[in-house]
Structure formats: C-alpha cells, structure tokens
C-alpha cells in the first residue's frame, strides 16, 4: 500500500497570507489527524476528522481549519498567516481500530517571512 | 490536562549497553501509550504500543501506572537504534496523540 502523502512538500509564505495543505490517507484508512512540529513546542496535535467530521481540536486559534473529503483526502488551512505559523505539518492516518498505529506522512515544511 | 514529559532531551550510550529513555505522563483516564520513533530522514513510526505488549526490535516498555510511567528499554544498544524517540498518550475515544518533546538517541561505536 501507498503510505501518506502530503502536498506541497514545501512552502513559502508571507505573513498576512494564507495557505491550503493536503493529506492524502493510506488506502481505507477513514480517520486523519494533523500535526504542527516546531523545535520549540514539539509535536502538538491539530485536529482529527473521521467520516468527514471534526472529531477533535487541539488548542489552536480559529485561523487553523481543516476538512475532510467523502474519499478521504483532508486539507488544512492557515489564514493570516504569522512568523509563529513556521513549521512542519505532519498529517497521520488511521483504520480507526482502537489504540491503533497511526501512519505519517513526510511533512509539508512551512516557512512564513 | 493531558501531558507527557521526556526528561532527557539527549541520550548518548556506547554500542552494547544498555539503553532507557524515560516517560511519565499525566492523565485522568485510562492510558494507552505509545513509543514512536523517527530515524535520520525518515518519518515518524510507530515502535511498540503498551497495549500490545510485545518487544520490537528489542525495545521493551512497561506501563507503571502507580509511577505513571512507560520507559523504553534496550538491555543492549546498537549503532542503528541511534533516532529521535517520542513518547505519546492517546486520549480516550479519539485518536489525538499527545506528545513528548522527544529524545534524540545516539549510540557510538
């Protein structure tokens, strides 16, 4: 099976604009969580949709969103984006069988000037 | 509040001894834990999970709730164990995982 893929695997941005990264999840996994990495916080969850909906939330501002497709493709969305927003976004997905191991993706590396 | 705490952020051993990277966590519920580990340029991997009790590549890790802990262990360390490992609580119901900060392993020749 494929593993996750994201796209782009790379991006530059400038404050104040905003951004649309995509997940693409293994092959029948339904359930797909993102990840922001930073050297400072470490690996702080996003969010995580099943079926289509926004199951959870981590503790971010509105200006974070994301949504899932009926295929179960998701993206994410960054607007206004700020300095801080420089990071990587990891996308992880899941059969959704419980405590089971989720797959992550390589990352889309986000620079914000 | 769920957290998880990796105390050491470096860990560096010789080939051969043994090896444990510390984890506590803090959680109200009841905890399913995991190590993932991510070797150079690679992506982040599941290792062992608590529930599955299995030794993979020779890691070892035992939930102790009365310490709320879950160290890895590694009775003898090789050159290819050398990554950055995370510890990580899912939270019931969901499949939020949260986190330490990590440990970057090196093991030396």
């Known amino acids: 099976k494929a593993g996750v893929t994201q796209t782009p695997r790379y991006l530059i941005k400038t404050r104040g604009q905003q951004v649309t990264l995509s997940c693409s999840p293994i092959s029948g996994h339904r359930s797909v969580s993102w990840y922001q990495q930073t050297p400072g916080q470490g690996l702080q969850f996003l969010f995580e949709y099943f079926s289509e909906t926004q199951r959870n939330k981590g503790n971010f501002p509105g200006r974070f969103s994301g949504r899932q497709f009926s295929n179960s493709r998701s993206e994410m969305n960054v607007s206004t984006l700020e300095l801080g927003d420089s990071a990587l976004y990891l996308c992880?997905?899941?059969?959704?069988?419980?405590?089971?191991?989720?797959?992550f993706g390589p990352g889309t590396r986000l620079t914000v000037l | 509040a769920q957290r998880v705490t990796q105390p050491e952020k470096l860990l560096s051993v010789f080939k051969g001894a043994p090896v444990e990277l510390k984890c506590n966590y803090s959680y109200s519920g009841s905890p399913e834990l995991f190590w993932y580990v991510q070797y150079s340029r690679q992506r982040l991997q599941l290792l062992l999970r608590?529930?599955s009790r299995e030794s993979i590549k020779g890691f070892t890790a035992d939930l102790n709730k009365g310490e709320t802990s879950f160290h890895l262990k590694k009775p003898f360390a090789q050159e290819e164990d050398s990554a950055m490992y995370y510890c990580?609580?899912?939270?019931?119901?969901?499949?939020?995982?949260?986190f330490g900060k990590g440990t970057k392993l090196t093991v030396n020749p």
């Open positions: 608590h529930i």
């Open positions: 990580a609580l899912m939270v019931g119901g969901s499949e939020k995982l949260v």
């Open positions: 992880a997905s899941s059969p959704f069988v419980p405590y089971n191991e989720q797959f």
